[in-house]
C-alpha cells in the first residue's frame, strides 16, 4: 500500500468497487509466453532503415476467454520490437488512430530534443508524426512509450509500450547467446474488471494480474544452453523483487548497456522502467526442469526446460567498460515528493509541479554534472524513481554508501526508496533544448512530479 498514490482512493475516476470486488484472477502457467515480433523496415537504404507503426485501440485477449479492450502499437500489448543498430538512422512515423493525442518518447535514447517526446508535443488523433533517431549509442535494451502530459501513466498502462534495442557490432565478438536465444520480457501489472476491463485510476498496489510480454503468469519453453534475457519493468507503478529459487542469474547489463563484467545474482530489484540483462544457463537442469522467476512468492514466469540444443555461445570474464566521466563542475540537488495536503495530491520537483513553459534549469553544454537526488516524503514511506532524459548516468552513492548491484552500470532509472537520496553523475555532450527528468512511477509524473533542463551552449 506504501506504493499508492497519497490521497487517491482505490478507483477513484469512476470505476464501481463492486465490479473490483468481482476482479479476474489467472490460473499460472496456463499460456505460453510469445516473444514480441521484430518488425520490418518499410524501407532500408544504406544508413537508414525506416518503420511505420499505427497506435490504435486494440480489443486483445490478455486473460483467457475474456477481451480486453487496448491501446498498441501495431496491434499487440508489447508493440512490436525495433531492432536498431548502433551508428544506423532509424525513422518511425507514426499514425495516431487513437481518439486521444498521443507521442512516443524513446527511454534511454539519445537523441534531439525535437525528437524526444516532450509532454506538449502531441500527434493529435488521426495525424502523424515522425521520429528521429541517430542511434550513435552503443548496444542496450531501450523502449518506447507514451509521454503525454499528465495522461501517460494510462496511456503506457493501456498498453502504449515496446521494445527498442540497439545491436552493436563492436559486441559481436563477446558471442552472447543471440538469435532466439536473446529474448526481451516485459514484465507488468494490471487489474481486470469481471468483464476483462483493464482498471486504471485505483491503487497501484491492487493490480493483481502479473504480465510477461503481455500473457498472465506465462510458460517459456527453453532448450538446455544459455539465453540471454533482457527484463523491462514496464508497469507504471511497482517495483519487482526478482529471483529464480536461489538459481543463478549472471548479470551482463543494465538500462544503458552491458556491464564492466558479468555478476552472478541470485535477486534483482528492478523498480519501472528499469532494465536488466541477465544470462541464465539452463544447461545444468535435466531436461523436464521448471524454473519459476517469481516477485517475492508471486510467480511471474515459468521455464520449462524442453529439449537439449547445442550452444556455442559463452559469457566472457570481461565484457565492456564504462566510460570514465570527466571531473564534474557543477553539484546540484533534487529533491522529488508529495503536496498531499492537495486534493488529488501534487507531484513535485523541488517544491514545484511541473510546468512545460519553465525550464527548472540550464545545463552547459559539454559540462559534467553530480546531481543528489532525495526522496523527500521520508515520513509518509512513498518510494520515488527518478529519471533523467537525453544521458546514461553513473551512480555514485546512496545516503553516502557505496551503491548496491541494483545501481551498477550505464543507468538512466533509479529506484530512490523513502527518505533516501541518491548522487548520480552524468556528462552532457552534444545535443541542445529542453529534456524532462521526472519520477517515472508513471502515476507520480503524471500529477507533475516532472521538471526539465535546458542543455545551452
Ligand atoms: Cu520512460 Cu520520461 O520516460
Ligand atoms: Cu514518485
Not at 536498431?84 to 495516431?96: E, F, P, Q, S, W
Not at 532466439?180 to 487489474?191: E, G, T
Not at 533509479?414 to 519520477?439: M, N, Q
Amino acid at each position: 500500500a506504501f506504493s499508492a498514490v497519497p490521497g487517491l482512493r482505490p478507483h477513484e475516476h469512476g470505476v464501481q468497487p463492486a465490479r473490483v470486488g468481482a476482479a479476474l484472477t489467472n490460473t499460472p502457467f496456463s499460456v505460453r509466453m510469445p516473444v514480441p515480433p521484430v518488425l520490418q523496415p518499410v524501407v532500408s537504404t544504406n544508413d537508414v532503415d525506416i518503420y511505420r507503426i499505427d497506435i490504435r485501440h486494440t480489443n486483445l485477449e490478455i486473460l483467457p476467454g475474456v477481451s480486453t479492450p487496448t491501446f498498441t502499437y501495431g496491434n499487440q500489448l508489447v508493440g512490436p520490437t525495433i531492432r536498431a543498430k548502433t551508428g544506423r538512422r532509424v525513422l518511425i512515423r507514426y499514425n495516431n488512430l487513437l481518439n486521444r493525442p498521443t507521442n512516443v518518447h524513446l527511454h534511454g535514447g539519445h537523441v534531439e530534443a525535437d525528437n524526444d517526446g516532450h509532454p506538449m508535443e502531441l500527434i493529435q488523433p488521426g495525424q502523424t508524426r515522425w521520429y528521429n533517431y541517430p542511434n550513435r549509442q552503443q548496444g542496450a535494451t531501450l523502449w518506447y512509450h507514451d509521454h503525454s502530459h499528465h495522461t501517460e501513466a494510462e496511456n503506457v498502462y493501456r498498453g502504449l509500450h515496446g521494445f527498442y534495442l540497439i545491436d552493436d557490432d563492436s559486441e559481436r565478438g563477446l558471442r552472447l547467446p543471440r538469435g532466439d536465444y536473446d529474448v526481451p520480457i516485459m514484465i507488468r501489472d494490471a487489474l481486470f474488471d469481471a468483464d476483462g476491463a483493464m482498471l486504471f485510476g485505483g491503487n497501484p498496489a491492487e493490480r493483481n494480474v502479473i504480465l510477461a510480454n503481455g500473457k498472465p503468469q506465462p510458460y517459456f519453453p527453453v532448450a538446455a544452453r544459455k539465453y540471454r534475457f533482457r527484463l523491462l519493468n514496464g508497469a507504471t507503478e511497482r517495483t519487482f523483487n526478482l529471483s529464480l529459487g536461489g538459481e543463478e542469474m549472471t548479470q551482463i547489463a543494465s538500462d544503458g548497456g552491458l556491464l564492466p563484467a558479468p555478476v552472478p545474482r541470485t535477486g534483482i530489484r528492478l523498480s519501472s522502467a528499469e532494465r536488466v540483462e541477465i544470462v541464465v544457463d539452463f544447461s545444468r537442469y535435466p531436461v523436464g526442469t521448471q524454473l519459476v522467476l517469481s516477485d517475492g512468492a508471486t510467480p511471474v514466469l515459468r521455464f520449462d526446460v524442453v529439449r537439449q540444443a547445442a550452444d556455442s555461445s559463452q559469457v566472457p570474464d570481461l565484457l565492456r567498460a564504462l566510460p570514465v566521466l570527466p571531473a564534474a563542475t557543477v553539484n546540484r540537488n533534487v529533491t522529488l515528493s508529495f503536496d498531499i495536503a492537495a486534493f488529488p495530491p501534487v507531484g513535485l520537483v523541488d517544491g514545484k509541479t511541473y510546468d512545460p513553459n519553465r525550464a527548472d534549469l540550464q545545463v552547459k553544454r559539454g559540462s559534467t554534472e553530480i546531481w543528489t537526488i532525495t526522496n523527500g516524503d521520508g515520513q509518509f514511506g512513498f518510494p520515488h524513481n527518478f529519471h533523467m532524459h537525453l544521458v546514461q548516468f553513473q551512480v555514485l552513492d546512496r545516503d553516502g554508501q557505496p551503491p548496491s548491484l541494483d545501481d551498477a552500470g550505464r543507468k538512466d532509472t533509479v529506484l530512490i526508496p523513502a527518505g533516501t537520496s541518491v548522487r548520480v553523475k552524468a556528462h552532457f555532450t552534444d545535443y541542445l533544448g529542453r529534456y524532462v527528468y521526472h519520477c517515472h512511477f508513471l502515476e507520480h509524473s503524471s500529477l507533475g512530479m516532472m521538471a526539465q533542463m535546458e542543455i545551452v551552449p
